[in-house]
């Protein structure tokens, strides 16, 4: 039976009442837990908003990531909620995912002013959905999209996650079963819903859908939400490591908020699941079938080979090369998307520069004022969040600057911990983050002296160059060293 070659993840699906809900998601996080998730039901009105809870729980944690369990879709307009999930992303460094669901509860939604859908229209929205907040997380052009149910007018992506959050979708019946195989990065189900002797067939319809879809089983990721097992936790890791070996749920969330329940789960429970199925892998007969795996489609772009400056911003001599991993395996197409993440976000700071480029041009040429390409530059993603390489380098620099713990949470402490042997290259690319920053101010001060004077146009040309070369040569090489860590290490 398949385990799909998912990493085992353990979580929490607490009450979202005001009395304990922080206290429990700070126990998870301490745990060891890999997850804290929240329903989300805004017309209960005893229960706290969702997202605003999710925000202060991520606040006042250090390592866990966090989603809702599921989001609303039809009280949250997906355009908001690819913000929302983005803006929780990048103060994170990383912790955010979004579970997402059609709306379940149709008499709440209409109470609230939400629309009311027949399962047809639940199913069609939630498709539409899913594509619109992946695009507006893609660097690149404003987005222009038509759809039965939601529509875009050319929304600028951003702010750009500096991971890619999952979309893990809480579906029951064959027409959503069928959309999660198509485009969820997960399925979110509740054992009180679907029960174990109904996995088998919901997984057979996703991993049908996936396949002729032309993904891979293994890129939709099972989840599961479970109570409390009346037994021992010896029992009940024995229950749970089965549900993985027999069906493959690769992550189980808790629903209870008993501390002492939660405590077991993580202390002795995980530790357990983890054993058994180590222990049922290693075996030397029997085991399952290893899931499909591919090499690593995503190739670094390389730096050009003309200099445009005659100055160089560091000796590209020094710069240290990652150790090759032991064991190194092909990559599932699941990993692969980590990295090819890092080369998309890349792709757009490529084509940033490219415009940047243009603009001195048109400076040059007196097609534009200095004044203009400056407010131009300064809207791009290069210059935003105090930083240079954009949503997803900002991450970075908050490893080196805050005092608030968030070196535990951002990716270049979690490669550290995963890979002591990249610490020479993650060292070297925060050093030229910050050589990249100062060219980037020297490029702004070039266009401020050029507005009051005319004469500074070869300064800003001879400035331009050398960000050009700088950037180019970084990030090539960064995505030389990165890519496949990433893709091996995940976010």
Not at 82 to 106: C, F, I, Q, W, Y
Not at 118 to 125: D, H, I, L, M, R
Not at 222 to 234: E, K
Not at 440 to 456: I, K
Request: glycine content about 8%; aromatic content about 6%; charged content about 25%.
């Amino acid at each position: 039976m398949p385990t799909y070659g998912h990493e085992l993840k353990f979580g929490v699906f607490l009450t979202p009442t005001p009395d304990r809900v922080l206290p429990l998601a700070q126990l998870a996080d301490g745990e060891g837990l890999d997850l804290v998730t929240v329903q989300d039901h805004p017309y209960h009105p005893a229960f706290l908003d969702a997202w605003t809870l999710a925000a202060v729980i991520a606040a006042r944690t250090e390592r866990v990531h966090v989603s809702l369990n599921v989001a609303n879709l039809p009280l949250r307009p997906p355009a908001v909620l690819a913000k929302s999930v983005a803006t929780l992303d990048l103060l994170t460094g990383g912790r955010a995912e979004l579970g997402l669901g059609a709306g379940a509860m149709p008499d709440g939604v209409a109470m609230l002013g939400g629309p009311r859908r027949s399962p047809g229209e639940a199913v069609a929205a939630l498709e539409e959905a899913i594509e619109l907040i992946r695009a507006l997380w893609t660097p690149g052009q404003p987005v222009t999209f038509e759809g039965e149910h939601y529509r875009l007018e050319g929304a600028p992506p951003g702010p750009i996650p500096p991971h890619r959050p999952r979309i893990w979708v809480g579906a029951l019946k064959p027409r959503m079963l069928r959309l999660v195989g198509r485009l969820g990065d997960g399925w979110w189900p509740s054992e009180s819903y679907v029960p174990p002797e109904r996995l088998a067939e919901a997984n057979k319809i996703i991993d049908e859908a996936a396949l002729e879809a032309g993904r891979s089983p293994q890129d939709v990721r099972r989840l599961y939400n479970v109570g409390r097992h009346q037994g021992s936790a010896a029992e009940w890791a024995e229950r749970l490591a089965g549900l993985n070996l027999t069906y493959g749920m690769g992550t189980f969330v808790l629903a209870d908020d008993d501390p002492r329940t939660i405590q077991l789960f993580a202390a002795e429970v995980a530790p357990a699941v983890r054993e058994l199925i180590e222990s049922e892998q290693d075996a030397p007969a029997g085991e399952p079938e290893a899931p499909a795996a591919h090499e690593s489609a995503t190739i670094a772009t390389p730096a050009p080979g003309v200099r445009l400056s005659g100055e160089r911003a560091w000796d590209e001599s020094t710069r240290p090369t990652a150790p090759v991993p032991a064991g190194a395996r092909p990559l599932t197409h699941q990993e692969q998307a980590a990295g090819q993440h890092l080369v998309d976000v890349h792709d757009h700071l490529r084509s940033e520069l490219e415009q940047v480029r243009d603009l001195i041009e048109q400076v040059v040429a007196s097609r534009l004022s200095a004044g203009q390409a400056r407010a131009a530059i300064n809207r791009m993603t290069m210059r935003q969040n105090d930083w240079t390489l954009g949503a997803y380098c900002s991450a970075y620099c908050r490893v080196v600057t805050t005092h608030h713990t968030l070196e535990d949470q951002s990716l270049f402490p979690r490669l550290r911990r995963a890979d002591p042997g990249l610490t020479p290259v993650l060292t070297r690319l925060e050093e030229e983050h910050h050589v990249i920053h100062g060219i980037l101010e020297r490029v702004d001060q070039a266009l401020v002296a050029t507005v009051e004077s005319p004469d500074g146009l070869d300064l800003l040309r001879a400035e331009v160059d050398l960000l050009t070369d700088a950037l180019l040569s970084h990030l090539s090489y960064e995505e030389r060293e990165l890519v496949e860590p990433l893709s091996r290490v995940g976010f």
